[in-house]
């Protein structure tokens, strides 16, 4: 019988070291933090129940844990992990707080679904990028903007381009512009009007509403009243609360359609979008929260798939290469084109949806737009209308 020859306990430590050192190191968690309002006035249940077109219909984080559970099968073929916290804040100080405490924790990206004040100050804050979930306000794009700062959200510009388009598209060229009395309502008024300037319609007329429970005030809301007096090819209501904006179209003295934020929205996203794989999205979504897909869910939702694909595309991390594949992450957000964030102000250049509440009506940009390089840059702030003074 042949004699066994003795194995050292060095040579099985250098094999052990060997093997150690071929082994693929651990991926780093890429952790990400969404900061919400503590008492969202928009989720408030009466107000969800109406489902006010182009208004959040639930939490926000639904829609970016979805993307994020449908990424596992990628995550961990490449090695890779994204671990979400939700935090919420009561005040601007609270957001601004909760933002430095999560950095401080570890997270590569921090996620908003805040007002823009709020949203400024975590950004101003913290030295991770940011991405804006929920706030449309072009400010946030222009003057206010930040270098680290993405929109997933389409911004005000967006959708009053793609409303404009839409009516150059159908030669509905005079315009009746309704507008309510918030501070809210004159900004996104200047933003439509910019927009009707830019594609060459006609504005006929600007006339103020103000819904009130005042018996004396009753005909400042009164549709026939308001829409009398001009000829017009269609009327643009400008009503970030969406009340009366719900009540005008086929009260009209003439009959003609209403759009903006009643009748004919520019939106993000509609479950009933039946193109590019939208339809099995939107059913993964409502089997996963019982409720439709509406657009700030949407946002959400390509949220969660650039961070996995920040996440795969850098799984040993640091933050700063996180950061970096934010940046220039090229996304899939079945709309039938690749999506991207914008150099000058960070907004997620991509086509919008236009709908009546029960369907997708028509897509924007428009059939015959055209553009020198991506003709997904006709909606919002071209790069020669930069106003963002932040270097990117």
Partial sequence: MRKR?????????????????????????????????ADDARLERSRVERA?????GGPLAEGLELAVDEARFELEA??????L???????????RAAAVAAEKNGAAVLLTDLPAEWTLAVADAVKLPVLNLSDASDRLRQQDCRARLFHLIPSERMRSDALAQTLVSRKWSKLLLLVGGSPQDASRAATAQASIKRYGLQLVGSKPFKLSADPRERDLANPLLLTAGSSYDAVWVVDSDGEFARTLPYRTVLPRPVVGDGGLLALAWHAQFERYGAPQVARRFAK???RPMTAHDWAAWMAGKTLTAAAIAAPKGPNAAWAQAVAKSSLDGSKGTGLSFRAWDGQLRQPMLLSDGQGVIAQAPADGVLHPRNVLDTLGADAPEKLCPSPR
């Fill in 5 to 37: 020859t003795p194995v050292s306990w060095l040579a099985l430590a250098s094999l052990a070291a060997v093997l150690i050192d071929a082994a693929p190191a651990a991926a780093a968690v890429l952790k990400a933090t969404l900061i919400t309002p």
């Fill in 52 to 56: 006010y077109l182009g208004h959040p």
């Fill in 78 to 83: 490449a090695g890779a992990e994204v671990a």
């Fill in 85 to 95: 916290a939700s935090v919420p804040a009561a005040s601007v100080d609270a957001a």
């Fill in 288 to 290: 996963a929260t019982k």
